[in-house]
């Protein structure tokens, strides 16, 4: 069960991250047709792009992205790769939402800003390379890995990250607008519940190894691998 749950949450990753990527190469396609012919209906159709499609693509992304992250072993800082992945996504999802959208209901009322182009070319350039990071895994791990693997998570975790889009797509219709509120909710609270339990581990562990004595001492550590 959680094998097969962990697996749609990777399929679901994959293909709002393909959906994110394809969305922004449309927005760029209507802003360069915009810029060229000045035809503010462009600009109109890639705001609705933008709020519409884009906005849920990203958010879904960016959630099951990080729950993957918290749920395996591979964590949030442990290995450089994912590290970077984590800031890149949440300085676009901050580009995406204070920047990028402002501009573009801007430019659907005339007030047009070459800053559009930037920050949907940076945001293309971005995932191409987090794409590339998921599949290099490069640089190996962070000072912060620690010396113990950390568990993956269970069934039931696996199928709340799957749950939770749901959730937040059927909020977003009935709000009008993307309300991503039950995934950030989610991904903040098992940050800190993981957390939680892991320092709990380590203080067990500890514990265990000083009533052992000093043949423990000995022992080699666990391989994080």
């Known amino acids: 069960m959680a094998k097969r749950a962990r697996?749609?949450?990777?399929?679901?990753?994959?293909?709002?991250?393909?959906?994110?990527?394809?969305?922004?190469?449309?927005?760029?396609?209507?802003?360069?047709?915009?810029?060229k012919t000045s035809d503010l209906n462009a600009f109109r159709m890639a705001r609705v792009l933008d709020h519409d499609v884009l906005a849920i693509m990203a958010n879904v992304s960016a959630f099951?992205?990080?729950?993957?992250?918290a749920t395996t072993p591979w964590g949030y800082f442990?290995?450089?790769?994912?590290?970077a992945k984590?800031?890149?996504?949440?300085?676009?999802l901050y580009l995406g939402i204070f920047i990028l959208?402002?501009?573009?209901e801007a430019a659907a009322n005339g007030h047009l800003s070459a800053w559009m182009l930037v920050g949907t070319a940076l945001m293309i350039g971005a995932i191409a390379f987090q794409t590339w990071l998921s599949v290099a895994k490069p640089w190996g791990r962070t000072p912060w890995t620690g010396s113990k693997k950390l568990p993956t998570a269970s069934a039931p975790a696996f199928v709340l990250a799957l749950v939770v889009p749901a959730a937040d797509f059927a909020l977003s219709l009935w709000m009008g607008n993307p309300?991503?509120?039950?995934?950030?909710?989610?991904?903040i609270a098992y940050a800190i519940r993981r957390?939680?339990?892991?320092n709990g581990r380590s203080s067990g562990a500890s514990g265990r190894g000083t009533a052992a004595g000093p043949a423990r001492r000995g022992a080699a550590a666990p391989s994080p691998r």
Do not use: D
């Not at 099951?64 to 992250?69: A, K, N, R, W």
């Not at 959208?101 to 573009?104: A, D, G, Q, R, T």
């Not at 957390?195 to 892991?198: D, F, I, S």
């Open 7 to 35: 697996t749609l949450l990777v399929w679901l990753h994959v293909v709002t991250s393909v959906g994110w990527l394809s969305q922004v190469v449309a927005l760029l396609a209507l802003l360069l047709y915009g810029m």
């Open 64 to 69: 099951t992205g990080m729950m993957l992250s």
């Open 78 to 83: 442990r290995y450089w790769w994912v590290l």
């Open 86 to 92: 984590f800031v890149i996504t949440v300085s676009q």
């Open 101 to 104: 959208s402002h501009n573009l």
């Open 179 to 187: 309300m991503p509120v039950f995934m950030l909710v989610t991904v």
């Open 195 to 198: 957390a939680a339990r892991g």
